[in-house]
């Protein structure tokens, strides 16, 4: 549907497909939890966490192609030329004790990477994205160390790309052992990076997240002089000036990122602001925000999700 504002004009209308198929029976599912498109066949592959099985469905009209049931529980997936890769998030299985997993299309596995790690066995980091496809190549971000991984989807090869030195900000290996139960975890990682997500680039930047704490913060390095910005989550969003956001962008187009956020959100920000201003107060802030204002009032709560592309410049 039209998107109506913040969105180049060739991303200006797209298609709604609904799959809505909720059971247990096939096609469909009691908790969808991620998915991948396959532009080479054509689907829709949808994970289903809690009868943990893969549902395929046709890209254009959404009809049910088949399931594929899972003899283990994942936290994200990509798709493969041939097969899939999977992230396993702390989850040991009688098959393996490996994070990340290179399976066949009969989902037989063929190949382990990052054997998981004693202390966090058991523990689910809370992922948005750990995947990121871009033309015939998949980047993987673990979320317990501080690499960022390349992965060739024809050649089904894994290896590290990148290591992000955040010097004594770093957990040492030894601290998941010594802290396994997650109160100890947590009163104890004071201001280290914990967890690091959401791996991006674009042709001059590259882009990750990161948490200190229960503050999330962004990182930004510009390929072309090597300048890196770190950044406030919450800073980001009030000098973007669009409302609240979802804390974490989906993808990247060209030198932008891509965030989504629901229409209910930025309408209940809005009104909750209003009612704590006086009337000349609130017409200042419509005055200061008024693209931002006249954008929401073309909105219902119920409506799609709308795109918000940042372009990121140095």
């Known amino acids: 549907r039209n998107s109506k504002g913040f969105l180049p004009s060739f991303f200006s209308f797209y298609r709604t497909l609904l799959i809505q198929n909720y059971g247990r029976g096939p096609g469909e599912f009691m908790g969808p939890y991620d998915f991948v498109l396959n532009e080479k066949e054509d689907e829709i592959i949808i994970y289903s966490a809690?009868?943990?099985?893969?549902?395929?469905?046709d890209i254009e009209d959404g009809s049910f192609i088949k399931?594929?049931?899972?003899?283990?529980?994942?936290?994200?997936?990509?798709?493969?030329?041939?097969?899939?890769?999977?992230f396993l998030n702390n989850r040991l299985t009688k098959e393996t004790e490996y994070n990340v997993i290179f399976t066949d299309d009969e989902l037989r596995i063929t190949d382990e990477f990052l054997k998981m790690k004693q202390g966090l066995i058991g523990y689910h980091y809370k992922i948005p994205m750990n995947f990121y496809a871009k033309n015939d190549s998949i980047f993987f971000i673990s979320p317990s160390d501080y690499n960022?991984?390349?992965?060739?989807?024809?050649?089904?090869?894994?290896?590290?790309?990148?290591?992000?030195?955040?010097?004594?900000?770093?957990?040492?290996?030894?601290?998941?052992?010594k802290h396994p139960d997650n109160q100890s975890r947590r009163d104890e990682a004071k201001d280290a990076v914990s967890t690091i997500l959401s791996y991006l680039e674009g042709p001059?930047?590259?882009?990750?997240?990161?948490?200190?704490?229960?503050?999330?913060?962004?990182?930004?390095?510009s390929k072309e002089t090597d300048k890196v910005i770190h950044t406030n989550n919450e800073k980001l969003e009030m000098d973007m000036n669009i409302g609240p956001m979802y804390r974490w962008p989906r993808t990247a187009y060209e030198n932008s990122l891509v965030w989504y956020q629901q229409p209910g959100s930025l309408l209940r920000e809005l009104n909750e602001i209003k009612d704590t201003l006086e009337e000349d107060e609130w017409a200042e802030f419509v005055n200061e925000n008024r693209k931002l204002v006249s954008f929401a009032q073309t909105l219902?709560?119920?409506?799609?999700?709308y795109l918000i592309f940042t372009k990121v410049s140095f």
């Open 50 to 57: 809690m009868d943990a099985k893969l549902s395929f469905f």
């Open 300 to 305: 219902t709560g119920d409506e799609n999700p």
């Open 148 to 177: 960022v991984y390349y992965i060739n989807s024809s050649v089904r090869s894994f290896k590290e790309l990148k290591h992000f030195d955040f010097g004594d900000r770093e957990l040492p290996d030894s601290y998941f052992e």
């Open 67 to 86: 399931d594929k049931p899972l003899n283990f529980w994942m936290g994200r997936f990509e798709k493969l030329d041939e097969g899939f890769v999977f």
């Open 204 to 221: 001059g930047f590259e882009s990750m997240f990161y948490s200190i704490n229960t503050t999330t913060y962004t990182y930004l390095r």
